[in-house]
Each structure stands twice: as structure tokens, then as C-alpha cells.
């Protein structure tokens, strides 16, 4: 099957459950966000309301800081790359940052903690949000 994509209106083939990503913008079409255009659900990391805004605009669909922050406060865990490391993000009873393929860790205990505190080799990532690259969800 095939639809015209929520944001760009390129064609793109969906499954039978009306997912599928654009190849041209790189939405990821799904009936959750085309019923809730102004709210944010994985695999997507921005609304469909917002992503038509960045389309526009040539941005790409990644969420901001605080959008972030309200993703790990939803319980989602998250891979990324920071500095040329990657790293995980893993959110259960506590909140660990790791460095992959090494010993590494740090632990906050608490969101409020996680939140004032999120660093990484002492750069406070609030302040360096756009040094983080290739985000994904982890699952
Ligand atoms: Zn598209």
C-alpha cells in the first residue's frame, strides 16, 4: 500500500498498519500521529505539527532539549553519539548514561537529578544539546 507522506506529501509504501517512513523528509507516517498531530511518539521524536513547521524551514526532525527531557521523563532509553563516543541511555529505576563497549557509567538517581546534572566529561549537555548526534531511540 501507498500514501502521500503527513509532511512533504511524497508517496511512500506503507505497511499494514498505515507505517512508513519518507524516504524524501524522513517522517515516520503512523495513524498515532496523524490522529494527534500535536503530540510526540516514537519513532518520532517531534510532532507532526512541528515536523511540517521544520519541514518548511529545512530543519531536521530532531527534538529539542526540554522535548528530550520530557522523552527520558516518559521512560525511554536513547543511543547517541557525543564527542565521537557512543553512548546509552537507559532509563529503569534510576537514570544510566554508558559509554558503549567500555566500563563506563554514570548514574543519577532521579529524574530532578538527571535533569540538573546531565554531563558528560564534565560538558554540561544542556548547553551543548547540538553536539549530540545520531539520536535513536533505544529498544
Ligand atoms: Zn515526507
Not at 511524497?10 to 523528509?25: E, R, S, V
Amino acid at each position: 500500500m501507498e500514501k502521500q507522506c503527513d509532511v512533504c506529501e511524497n508517496t511512500l509504501k506503507i505497511d499494514a498498519w498505515g507505517n512508513g517512513t519518507c524516504k524524501k523528509c524522513g517522517w515516520n507516517n503512523d495513524k498515532y500521529s496523524t490522529s494527534y498531530p500535536n503530540a510526540i511518539n516514537p519513532p518520532n521524536f517531534i510532532s507532526l505539527n512541528q515536523a511540517k513547521r521544520y519541514f518548511k524551514l529545512g530543519k531536521s526532525f530532531l527534538p529539542t532539549y526540554p522535548q528530550f527531557l520530557n522523552l527520558v521523563k516518559r521512560g525511554f532509553d536513547f543511543t547517541f553519539k557525543f564527542e565521537g563516543k557512543k553512548y546509552q541511555l537507559s532509563v529503569h529505576n534510576d537514570y544510566t548514561l554508558w559509554e558503549i563497549d567500555t566500563n563506563n557509567f554514570v548514574s543519577y538517581k532521579t529524574f530532578s537529578e538527571f535533569k540538573s546534572n546531565f554531563s558528560i566529561d564534565g560538558v554540561t549537555i544542556k548547553d551543548n544539546w547540538d553536539k549530540i548526534k545520531s539520536l535513536q531511540y533505544d529498544c
